[in-house]
């Protein structure tokens, strides 16, 4: 029997990745992007699952928002280059179709948690008997956090009204089983259903379209935060019809530090005016807005959510990134995303080493772009002699490290880079 290690040493070399990189039909995105540098130069970066770096083009749309101000000052709003006003409807097609919605199905506005309340304000409705939210056990802070104050906001307790999705197994993920399991036994308590499309900590990807059926056949309304799915995955949110999905664009979407967040409210909502909703100006009807009236006129769809005019310049920075999403396409994005992964996982698995388990799930519809490596022992200092050689990848407390190798910007030589480094370092242990 020929041994994997074997096989390994030749399937895998620095030559193997370069041959890759010529393949790369998107190779050539690498160049329109800065990277990280220190004295010595660009440095490797893995962290677009947290913060996407920056597109060149980025500033020249920055600038023009700067200069039209400096020229227009109010009148900008409608004499601007891009006029201010309707700013955030150039965002729309290409949001919409990075994350397969239609157009009235979404908007960009505020930021990722602010939405998140917005939509638990009109889709949580609990009642006596169905006042239950149901999230992932290890959900991002943030969600937990906004989840329990609705819980409490409604005169409810997080005690009872919260059921975490719990894996059953060894895997640190939640099987379809689980999920199951629990819809069908507290299906009908459950006013909500919030799942995160790739858990930020194991790399989990969740099926949208089952889960959103299921929640359904039960009466559930159903929320996804597509914070690290979004740009990452390839999302078809308009068939998949989940009630809502929100989420922020500095992540994959490389839409600066701190930018504007995206809403999705399916078109089966978007004539219903009696939804309870927290309401301001700009989700007024924008033909007669500058009326003033007293009398509020909502918008269809999504943009009737919307609460204020929206910070410009956070946008430029969108719209200079969603131009190359746009070229480049999602699906083309997806297949190269899989292809890293896949190669970084391979790799990954060749070291035969007892200290690292992969934590994500390794079929395809199970993940993104992002690895999570888990250090058994949790020990730290993998990651620092990582950060020592300039890989710029980042630690989880207890002991993981997360690697997301994004297709817009990332080779498969700096894969294998991070490869060769890993396994320097452990096999130096
Ligand atoms: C990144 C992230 C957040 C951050 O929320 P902000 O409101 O943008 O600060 C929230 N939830 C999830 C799932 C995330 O991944």
Redesign the pocket.
Same mark, same amino acid.
């Given at each position: 029997m020929i041994t994997f290690a074997f096989i390994s040493k030749f399937m895998f070399s620095h030559e193997d990745s370069l041959q890759k990189d010529r393949n790369d039909s998107l190779a050539s995105f690498r160049s329109q992007f800065h990277f990280p540098r220190d004295a010595q130069g660009s440095l490797l970066y893995f962290c677009g699952n947290s913060l996407g770096l920056q597109p060149i083009q980025t500033k020249e749309y920055v600038m023009q928002e700067l200069d039209d101000w400096s020229e227009f000052g109010v009148e900008g709003h409608l004499e601007a280059e891009r006029p201010w006003v309707r700013y955030h409807e150039f965002l729309t097609e290409p949001m919409a179709a990075a994350v397969g919605a239609l157009p009235h199905e979404l908007v960009v506005m505020n $930021?990722? $948690?602010?939405n998140l309340h917005l939509m638990m304000v009109s889709f949580y409705r609990p009642t006596k008997s169905r006042h239950k939210i149901l999230i992932e056990y290890s *959900?991002?802070p943030? @969600?937990r956090y906004a989840v329990e104050s609705q819980i409490r906001f409604h005169g409810f307790d997080p005690k009872e009204s919260l059921i975490l999705l719990t894996p059953k197994d060894q895997n640190e993920y939640v099987s379809w089983e689980n999920i199951k399991e629990v819809l069908e036994s507290h299906g009908e308590e459950i006013a909500l259903v919030l799942i !995160?499309s790739v858990n %930020?900590y194991t790399g989990q990807a969740y099926p949208i379209k089952k889960i959103t059926d299921l929640a359904h056949k039960y009466g559930c309304k159903v929320g996804f @935060?597509l914070?690290?799915g979004a740009g990452n995955l390839l999302l078809d949110l308009h068939n998949d019809a989940p009630d809502f999905a929100v989420w922020?664009s %500095?992540?994959y979407l490389n839409s600066g530090p !701190?930018s504007l *967040?995206g809403c999705f409210v399916h078109e089966k909502h978007a004539d219903d005016y009696e939804i309870p909703r927290f309401a301001g100006w700009w989700g007024h009807n924008k033909v007669d807005r500058f009326k003033m009236s007293p009398q509020m006129k909502l918008m269809r769809g999504a943009e009737g959510w919307q609460l204020s005019n929206p910070p410009i310049l956070p946008m430029a920075c969108m719209l200079s990134s969603l131009q190359l999403f746009s070229k480049a396409g999602m699906p083309a994005l997806r297949k190269k995303s899989l292809e890293l992964s896949e190669y970084l996982i391979q790799l990954l698995q060749s070291l035969n080493h007892p200290s690292i388990r992969i934590l994500t799930p390794q079929s395809e519809e199970e993940r993104g772009s992002q690895v999570s490596i888990q250090i058994r022992g949790g020990d730290k200092r993998i990651y620092n002699e990582l950060k020592n050689i300039r890989i710029i990848a980042d630690w989880r407390e207890p002991d993981v490290i997360r690697v997301a190798p994004v297709p817009l910007y990332n080779s498969f030589s700096d894969v294998y880079f991070f490869y060769d480094a890993l396994k320097n370092i452990i096999q130096s242990k």
């Amino acid at each position: 029997m020929i041994t994997f290690a074997f096989i390994s040493k030749f399937m895998f070399s620095h030559e193997d990745s370069l041959q890759k990189d010529r393949n790369d039909s998107l190779a050539s995105f690498r160049s329109q992007f800065h990277f990280p540098r220190d004295a010595q130069g660009s440095l490797l970066y893995f962290c677009g699952n947290s913060l996407g770096l920056q597109p060149i083009q980025t500033k020249e749309y920055v600038m023009q928002e700067l200069d039209d101000w400096s020229e227009f000052g109010v009148e900008g709003h409608l004499e601007a280059e891009r006029p201010w006003v309707r700013y955030h409807e150039f965002l729309t097609e290409p949001m919409a179709a990075a994350v397969g919605a239609l157009p009235h199905e979404l908007v960009v506005m505020n $930021t990722l $948690t602010v939405n998140l309340h917005l939509m638990m304000v009109s889709f949580y409705r609990p009642t006596k008997s169905r006042h239950k939210i149901l999230i992932e056990y290890s *959900a991002f802070p943030s @969600d937990r956090y906004a989840v329990e104050s609705q819980i409490r906001f409604h005169g409810f307790d997080p005690k009872e009204s919260l059921i975490l999705l719990t894996p059953k197994d060894q895997n640190e993920y939640v099987s379809w089983e689980n999920i199951k399991e629990v819809l069908e036994s507290h299906g009908e308590e459950i006013a909500l259903v919030l799942i !995160g499309s790739v858990n %930020y900590y194991t790399g989990q990807a969740y099926p949208i379209k089952k889960i959103t059926d299921l929640a359904h056949k039960y009466g559930c309304k159903v929320g996804f @935060d597509l914070a690290h799915g979004a740009g990452n995955l390839l999302l078809d949110l308009h068939n998949d019809a989940p009630d809502f999905a929100v989420w922020c664009s %500095y992540k994959y979407l490389n839409s600066g530090p !701190g930018s504007l *967040a995206g809403c999705f409210v399916h078109e089966k909502h978007a004539d219903d005016y009696e939804i309870p909703r927290f309401a301001g100006w700009w989700g007024h009807n924008k033909v007669d807005r500058f009326k003033m009236s007293p009398q509020m006129k909502l918008m269809r769809g999504a943009e009737g959510w919307q609460l204020s005019n929206p910070p410009i310049l956070p946008m430029a920075c969108m719209l200079s990134s969603l131009q190359l999403f746009s070229k480049a396409g999602m699906p083309a994005l997806r297949k190269k995303s899989l292809e890293l992964s896949e190669y970084l996982i391979q790799l990954l698995q060749s070291l035969n080493h007892p200290s690292i388990r992969i934590l994500t799930p390794q079929s395809e519809e199970e993940r993104g772009s992002q690895v999570s490596i888990q250090i058994r022992g949790g020990d730290k200092r993998i990651y620092n002699e990582l950060k020592n050689i300039r890989i710029i990848a980042d630690w989880r407390e207890p002991d993981v490290i997360r690697v997301a190798p994004v297709p817009l910007y990332n080779s498969f030589s700096d894969v294998y880079f991070f490869y060769d480094a890993l396994k320097n370092i452990i096999q130096s242990k």
